[in-house]
């Protein structure tokens, strides 16, 4: 074989190495997961209450941490919200919990439940301060169903009272005190 042949052919195998690559590296992005999520919850006015952190583990449960200041002492209902919106005064725009198995009613200790945004209470310390964390397999930071990141989004309600983890719809926990956009990735510095 001459030379330039066997120029020719060892540049055509790098060619073709390097789109193999590219489409490897193509396929790889177009199939990575979120696996982390962000929310700041503000109140009525704007004011920041809370932040809060959502890691989904190699089992898929979801582990929610928050880190709160400024509300009153003593429990309070904390759920994720089926739309990605956060419309004050009220943010009812959040609409109802997450609930993507329609027939499961609210609470925790329901026997015909929980809905899959349901989570345990908040408990406020006396200077209005709270860290809260909670690990739940109902929803999920991936595509799917029980993703808290679909095409409408999710929110982070805190409610004025502790949710009695029985009443349909929303466990009587009061109004809508807090409300926070869940989004894709860590939060930024």
Known sequence: MSNSRLLIALASIAALGAC???????GSAATTVTTTAHAIVNDSTGKQLATATFTQDSTGSVHVEVHAQGLTPGEHG??????????????ASAGGHFNP????????????????????????????????TAVTSTVSLTPGAKSLL?????????????????SD???NAGGRIGCGVIQSGPASA
Request: glycine residues 10%; charged residues 15%; negative net charge.
């Open 20 to 26: 193999s690559q590219s489409a490897r590296s193509a």
């Open 78 to 91: 904390v759920h994720f919200h089926a739309v990605g919106t956060c419309t004050a005064p009220t943010f």
């Open 101 to 132: 198995d329609s027939t499961k009613h609210h609470g925790l200790n329901n026997p015909a439940g929980p809905h899959a945004g349901d989570l345990p209470n908040m408990l406020v310390d006396s200077t209005g301060k709270a860290d809260y």
């Open 150 to 166: 679909d095409t409408d989004g999710s929110a982070l309600v805190i409610h004025a009272t502790a949710d009695d983890n029985m």
């Open 169 to 171: 719809p929303a466990g």
